[in-house]
Nanobody, 119 residues
Framework: QVQLVESGGGLVQPGGSLRLSCTASGFTFSTHYMSWYRQAPGKERELVAGVSVTGANKNYADSVKGRFTISRDNAKNTVYLQMNSLKPEDTAEYYC????????????WGQGTQVTVSS
C-alpha cells in the first residue's frame, strides 16, 4: 500500500522551531522527488520546498528561504522539514508529496500535519 505519513506538527510560539517528518512506504522512495506543501484556511495549497532523489538539489518558496530546510534520508524512506524562526503566517496544514522523477503525476500525498504559530 502506497502511503506517506507525516508527523511533528503542533503549536509553537513565533520565533520557535519545529521539525516535520514524512515516512514513505509501498513504493521506491529513492526514485521519487519529495516535496512539502502547505495550505492555510481559505487559501490555495502552495509548494514550500522540494528535494531531488539524491538530496543534492533543493528548492524553496521565497517566503521560507533562509528559515526552512528540507532534507531526506533514503535509508529511512523519510523526508524532513526543519522550520526555524516560525511566523504566524506559517500557520497551515503541511502535506508531504512524492512524485517519481520524470513523471508529472504524484505517487502519493500524506494526510497532513497541522502547524500553528501563535503566542
Amino acid at each position: 500500500q502506497v502511503q506517506l505519513v507525516e508527523s511533528g506538527g503542533g503549536l509553537v510560539q513565533p520565533g520557535g522551531s519545529l521539525r516535520l517528518s514524512c515516512t514513505a512506504s509501498g513504493f521506491t522512495f529513492s526514485t521519487h522527488y519529495m516535496s512539502w506543501y502547505r495550505q492555510a484556511p481559505g487559501k490555495e495549497r502552495e509548494l514550500v520546498a522540494g528535494v531531488s532523489v539524491t538530496g543534492a538539489n533543493k528548492n524553496y518558496a521565497d517566503s521560507v528561504k533562509g528559515r526552512f530546510t528540507i532534507s531526506r534520508d533514503n535509508a529511512k524512506n523519510t523526508v524532513y522539514l526543519q522550520m526555524n524562526s516560525l511566523k504566524p503566517e506559517d500557520t497551515a496544514e503541511y502535506y508531504c508529496n512524492a512524485r517519481r522523477t520524470g513523471y508529472s503525476t504524484s505517487t502519493a500525498w500524506g494526510q497532513g500535519t497541522q502547524v500553528t504559530v501563535s503566542s
